[in-house]
């Protein structure tokens, strides 16, 4: 984790858990592409079909159904980036959002958090 107060810009990885969910998960996918996000890792939460994603998209697949906590720190083992986006798998991000001003202001306080 980077030090807010450094200077260095800050990198945003977008973490969501799939479960049978294709369709869904390919447009959450691309939604978090449109808004600048560094890295999109993707868990396979044990789907009956197993998801599928494009290569520049990180993919691990669980054999068992870890569900949301468990699937979430095993997503969270995965980023190296200094800001993590819990995204659910049958959402998409607004493509209006300015992810370049959020960002700042996480390095401008390093105290503030979202939940």
């Known amino acids: ?3 807010c107060s450094s200077g260095t810009a ?3 990885d977008a973490l969501i858990i799939c479960f049978n969910r294709q369709t869904e998960v390919d447009l959450a996918i691309e ?3 449109t808004v600048g996000v560094s ?3 993707v868990l396979d939460n044990a789907s009956e079909i197993p998801i599928t994603v494009q290569p520049e998209t990180c993919l691990i ?25 819990f995204l659910d798998d049958d959402a998409v ?5 300015d ?6 202001e996480f390095a401008a306080n390093q105290n503030l958090s979202v939940i």
Request: charged share 25%; hydrophobic share 40%.
């Open 39 to 41: 890295q999109i890792h």
């Open 10 to 12: 800050l990198k945003l």
């Open 1 to 3: 984790m980077k030090d």
């Open 31 to 33: 939604s978090c592409k």
């Open 93 to 97: 991000l607004d493509p209006n959002i």
């Open 99 to 104: 992810i370049t001003s959020l960002i700042d």
């Open 61 to 85: 697949r669980s054999n068992e159904n870890l569900g949301p906590c468990k699937g979430r720190n095993a997503l969270v083992l995965e980023s190296s980036a200094d800001l993590l986006l």
